[in-house]
């Protein structure tokens, strides 16, 4: 049993020259504001961080991982392995960098996937301009990029053809540039839904790069994120006044006059830091719409009320941070499909090839041969391929794709029903919402005790 002057050995009423009841309507408010503070907090901050993993070598931790019950091995404390029987490691990983591959995939269905379709967001990147940003950039190097080609599939030949014919060769190119690339353009949209898996892409991003998601979470609730800290403040008060008058007229009740007082103080505690944890949430994400004041004191989410502004961030990270140019590109000639984008690319550009070829075409084909010339045409395709990707040199032109993105996710975002547009972060929240609650509890049994410590029972 503990001290009624604590175990620090203080005796508070002589000190204050206030009686018990008085001194606990005092600190117990105090006490349990201070659990809601840091209980939020810290569950705020266990979302996101740390990053990666920190933890130590932990003896025994690899024995009894295999019999733990499967809702405690998933916990991000065990060091993250291609064995998950092999755990020697104990500490920690924010929630969401720890489940980043399967959060992506949240974040994927319950935000990206209700914008548009790779169509939707191709039509946004205006393959037009695309088709014009190459030419631009590929016709200084033509004339290169021909003999590039040519040298690399009959060095002799070329070498050997009148210049002349080489120069119709040039010009033509030269001349049609604009349709060859708005024809290799118009290819990769009429086939862009068998190219880009958009959600394969955007998770693939995420898993690789967790601080991207991370980011872009934090940023869609940062406002929220800090309601929640001073939610947990305004609703220990009430709590911890609530708690005093239960440990002071306790023993009035049938059931709770049995119960010793140090037990209340701990229990309550522990009971202030779940139902902080639980109110914070509902606050954010409950109600959607706005309902009547006896169903929900606060109205409407605290998340629904910021939809417009929300909506600005999120979409502003998917433009710079996911659908990009440089990730298109990327995965259009390096992805999992980038072998259809190839074929695909190949057969668009053989008739531009046979049209600049034009008169010396005969005499080509004669000097090569049959096989030889197929060969030129799909080399011209690669060399085509392998030169995209220098577009990306023109910040500018990648800026203006990535503000026409933002602008287009944001606009969609805004026209989501508050449930659909809220239902992300709360999938995300949500995901492990019973360690939270467990979190706050643990909490707030330590700062029972320690007012326990401090003041007695």
């Given amino acids: 049993m503990f001290a009624l002057v604590g175990l620090i050995g203080v005796d508070f009423e002589k000190l204050t020259g206030l009686d018990k009841f008085t001194i606990e309507l005092i600190t117990f408010p105090i006490f349990s504001a201070f659990a809601g503070v840091i209980t939020n907090w810290t569950g705020v901050w266990m979302l996101f961080a740390p990053l990666h993993f920190k933890g130590f070598k932990c003896p025994g931790a690899k024995t009894i991982f295999p019999f733990l019950p499967r809702r405690?091995?998933?916990?991000p404390i065990w060091a993250p392995g291609p064995n998950p029987n092999d755990r020697t490691l104990l500490g920690f990983q924010g929630f969401i960098?720890?489940?980043?591959?399967?959060?992506?995939?949240i974040c994927v269905d319950k935000g990206l996937s209700r914008l548009?379709?790779?169509?939707?967001?191709?039509?946004?990147l205006d393959p037009t301009a695309i088709a014009e940003t190459f030419a631009k950039h590929a016709a200084p190097e033509l004339r290169g990029m021909v003999d590039g080609v040519m040298m690399r599939e009959h060095p002799e030949i070329w070498a050997q053809l009148p210049g002349q014919f080489r120069e119709?060769?040039?010009?033509r190119v030269e001349q049609r540039l604009p349709e060859i690339a708005q024809h290799a353009m118009d290819a990769i949209e009429e086939h862009v839904d068998d190219l880009i898996d958009i959600k394969l892409l955007a998770v693939a991003k995420m898993r690789e790069h967790p601080e991207i998601l991370k980011n872009i979470i934090y940023d869609l609730g940062a406002n929220e994120l800090k309601l929640m800290v001073k939610i947990g403040f305004?609703?220990?008060?009430?709590?911890?006044l609530l708690l005093a008058l239960a440990v002071h007229f306790g023993h009035l009740a049938p059931v709770i006059g049995s119960i010793p007082s140090w037990l209340i103080i701990i229990g309550g505690a522990a009971l202030i830091g779940i139902i902080v944890n639980i109110i914070a949430i509902k606050m954010v994400f409950e109600p959607g719409e706005p309902a009547p004041r006896w169903r929900y004191l606060w109205k409407q989410a605290a998340f629904a009320k910021r939809q417009h502004e929300a909506a600005a961030s999120f979409g502003h990270s998917l433009a710079y941070e996911i659908i990009t140019m440089p990730n298109i590109i990327n995965d259009l000639l390096h992805g999992p499909r980038s072998d259809k984008t190839r074929v695909i690319i190949q057969a668009a550009m053989m008739p531009e090839v046979d049209a600049v070829v034009g008169p010396v075409r005969g005499v080509v084909r004669a000097a090569v041969g049959g096989a030889e010339f197929q060969a030129i045409r799909a080399g011209t395709a690669t060399t085509a391929i392998d030169f995209a990707p220098r577009i990306l040199d023109d910040i500018e032109f990648t800026e203006a794709q990535s503000q026409r993105i933002d602008l287009f996710c944001t606009t969609k975002l805004r026209e989501l029903p508050p449930e659909e547009f809220m239902e992300m972060l709360y999938s995300a929240v949500e995901q492990d919402a019973w360690l939270l609650y467990a979190?706050?509890?643990?909490?707030?049994?330590?700062?029972?005790l320690l007012h326990l410590m401090i003041f007695g029972a």
């Fill in 72 to 75: 405690l091995q998933v916990l």
């Fill in 97 to 105: 960098p720890a489940r980043a591959e399967r959060m992506a995939s």
């Fill in 116 to 124: 548009g379709s790779i169509r939707d967001f191709m039509r946004e």
């Fill in 168 to 171: 119709v060769v040039y010009q």
């Fill in 234 to 240: 305004w609703l220990g008060l009430p709590m911890g």
């Fill in 439 to 448: 979190h706050g509890g643990l909490l707030g049994v330590l700062v029972g």
